[in-house]
């Protein structure tokens, strides 16, 4: 069953490392899994998480560090000798995590630990991969796969995974390449079970394969793997070699990610930020949509302050600037969040963008009666002023159309222009719509004051 | 490579229909994956796609299903003979898809497509998985598993193996049970390729294994397999026997829709709704939180409503009301934003609350320190009026720790009574603050114009 992070639990393990006790701390992390304890190690200051590291061995270790932040790696990875983490880290990681790990370190640390890596050629694979960019398919694989030729039997084949297996934690697929190391499918374990084994690798290999070049991005990785449900991606270079091959596990957390971006971009958040950060960062993160948003409310106030007069003279028009501002947010948001949601998903479909304004508009118009409806229902009961009551239904009504169309067209048309069109929620949009609906209001309200 | 869908393509393929040409449809349909199949019923009616299905083979045409929404799958099987649904669909798919598809019928639908399953042991399968609700471990998992037992011989398991593998797709995990079918661990294909034909499952099994129990809630079920990086994660009964398992594609889905989820809700949409639903869904789903906003706005304005008297004498105290309106409702996303996430990925640590409001309070008085500042200086600059100047900046100050501490402490509190926390972002938490940050803007401005 699995492991839940108690206040007890981190007590028991804090007071083991206070005691210099071993023993107790070691017995503590012994049934947990390295995602458990990197669980732990959040918890911990550096020091007490050296502590603890030095009690695991090398391959829980490195388990462990690839299961870190990346912020947090290179944090440890600091407070460590190199030779150790040369050593105990990197030659037991897979090569992703590895190059990640590194990646994550000044360049100076970076060269020490290399040169403390003994198989030449498992350092070479970690420079290749940390030359990729982060976010591409080069940068999220791992060199270690299982490749078979074309031409071999199935006894050969075999034997040939015997020794390539011994460097591979997982096998989900096993790839077929031709002499030149193009790769060309991949035959399921499960036909290597029922079939012959004197029977080529050729002859039942599943050449259908969806791969990606090294230089896809993450995102295009993640809806391919998403799309076509694969545990693992293929990636090969130019001209068709095989290269490494992406794991599931390494996209669910950029599918996660991506999902969350646009929420908190939607919520005013400029980085991916946790609580767990600095007062510093998180400010970072938090004011520039704060800065947009107080441009915004003074560029309101102006629009208010050209008719200052007619609010001196009607104050009551002052009650419902909330109400029409908060409104036109309200929709515009809505609108907006769908769009983002389709556009993310791919589940927009090919329709036309004036098919979607469209529907859009009949949503808006929809949902304009009811509202402005309930609103005139109440105003005629609780206002004096019907010139009052009429300006807030129509200027609500209004709103609603206006925002729900630009809330819609924005996001639709930034994608276009090939801008990321989760910028268009959030404050932007509630800004922008809080300017349009309180001119919209005002003026309502000046024509109608004028003629009732 | 993966494939496109082009509005050009979708011509093609209706073009094909319309003159009944079923040699061309099949041909542009040849290369294609199920999923994009899926994708293109999206875009055809339902007779089309009928046209579509009956070219396919009975792999396909279940694999197809098997992409498709609830929805669609339910429209779909509707218009097809229960007969050639049984045949060609259910008996080709997994059973947890088949469990899903019948699942979205009506019953008299249903129990005529089992009637028509031959194999009783499927239709045993599909029965029992569709006992369990949707949304936890059972109604996730599939009956399709290998599994074997602990006293075989590395000989006697491969052979067995073969037989069952026909019936299953991909071999992630082979399962080690003991002789009352409970589950031990797993056995890795990699050690079966490294050992020798004569040991003992149980000797190389490795008994380190995570599952979860039936009623495990799907969240859960995301949650550990996103921790651990698994792949599969097996299901057993309150007496540990092992029942299924549960692939990682089908979690992906979870973990995405849960982060939506949120994003949703903090957009004020209460539905999990798509831009291609009906006006009537898209409607359903956001007219709860904008009554919500509207009743909010009229709270407001009955707040500005007991400063009537001062709006009258001070008309441009009303330029400011929706700046503090909007910074308030900004602050308040933001923070509630932070913790939503951190509370969904589990990053909150395990720090108090006071804690948190502590650190929330820190990043308030920073920010509030900027904002407020540049707006002093902007009205020291345009306003005649120091009362106002002062107002503005000493209200904004308040609202934004105000906003914060909010945002903060209601999510918190809400997860702390089992609510779900999302529901304190958006339009909720927005209105809240736009009462309370008006009442103290007002409040302020009265006394300080008292003063001034």
Redesign the interface.
């Known amino acids: 069953?699995?492991f839940e992070?108690?206040?007890k639990f981190?007590e028991d393990i804090r007071l083991s490392i206070e005691k210099n006790d071993r023993d107790v701390a070691r017995k503590l992390m012994d049934?947990l899994?390295a995602?458990d304890i990197a669980e732990i190690y959040?918890?911990l200051n550096i020091e007490e998480a050296k502590f603890l590291y030095l009690l695991l061995d090398s391959e829980t270790a490195a388990d462990v560090i690839a299961e870190l932040d990346e912020d947090d790696i290179s944090k440890f990875l600091k407070v460590l000798p190199s030779r150790l983490v040369a050593k105990q880290f990197i030659e037991e990681m897979d090569s992703d995590d590895a190059a990640d790990a590194i990646g994550a370190l000044d360049e100076e640390k970076q060269e020490e630990i290399l040169s403390h890596i003994e198989d030449i050629e498992q350092a070479g694979d970690i420079v290749d991969l940390m030359s990729y960019d982060e976010d591409s398919a080069g940068g999220l694989m791992a060199k270690e796969l299982i490749k078979v030729n074309e031409n071999w039997t199935l006894t050969t084949c075999?034997r040939e995974?015997?020794k390539q297996?011994?460097e591979?934690?997982?096998?989900?697929y096993v790839y077929v390449v031709d002499n030149d190391e193009k790769l060309l499918g991949t035959v399921?374990?499960?036909k290597m079970?029922?079939s012959d084994n004197k029977e080529k690798v050729k002859d039942i290999a599943n050449t259908?394969i969806?791969?990606v070049k090294t230089d896809a991005s993450s995102e295009e990785v993640a809806a391919?793997m998403?799309?076509?449900?694969?545990?693992a991606l293929p990636v090969i270079d130019s001209i068709g070699r095989l290269l490494g091959r992406i794991t599931?596990?390494d996209?669910?957390?950029i599918?996660?990610e991506e999902?969350?971006k646009?929420?908190?971009m939607?919520?005013?958040?400029s980085e991916d930020?946790?609580?767990?950060d600095s007062?510093w960062i998180?400010?970072r993160a938090?004011?520039p949509?704060?800065?947009i948003?107080?441009l915004?409310?003074?560029l309101?106030?102006?629009v208010?302050?050209i008719y200052?007069?007619d609010?001196?003279t009607y104050?009551?028009m002052?009650?419902?600037?909330?109400?029409?501002?908060?409104?036109g947010?309200?929709?515009g948001?809505?609108s907006?969040?769908?769009?983002v949601?389709?556009l993310a998903?791919n589940?927009?479909?090919?329709g036309s963008t004036y098919h979607?304004l469209l529907?859009?508009l009949?949503?808006a118009i929809?949902?304009g009666f009811?509202?402005s409806g309930?609103?005139f229902i109440?105003n005629s009961f609780v206002s004096d002023s019907f010139a009052l009551t009429l300006t807030v239904s129509i200027a609500l009504f209004s709103v609603i159309i206006f925002a729900s169309l630009f809330g819609t067209f924005i996001p639709l048309f930034l994608d276009k222009a090939k801008i990321d069109p989760a910028l268009a929620?959030?404050?932007f949009i509630?800004?922008l719509n809080?300017i349009m609906g309180?001119f919209i209001y005002l003026m309502i309200g000046r024509i109608l004051y004028g003629i009732l």
């Open positions: 069953m699995p992070l108690t206040k981190i049934e899994h995602a959040d918890e075999l995974m015997r297996a011994e591979i934690d997982e096998i989900y399921s374990l499960k079970l029922l259908e969806i791969s391919i998403d799309k076509y449900d694969l545990v599931i596990d996209v669910v957390d599918i996660r999902a969350e646009d929420y908190q939607a919520s005013g958040i930020v946790e609580s767990s007062v998180l400010t938090r004011i949509w704060l800065l948003g107080l915004g409310g003074v309101v106030s102006k208010i302050g200052e007069l609010l001196g104050p009551e002052a009650f419902f600037i909330p109400l029409i501002a908060a409104m947010g309200n929709v948001v809505q907006s969040a769908i769009i949601q389709g998903n589940t927009l479909g090919i979607k529907k859009e009949s949503v929809v949902n009811i509202l309930l609103i109440y929620t959030g404050p509630t800004t809080d309180l």
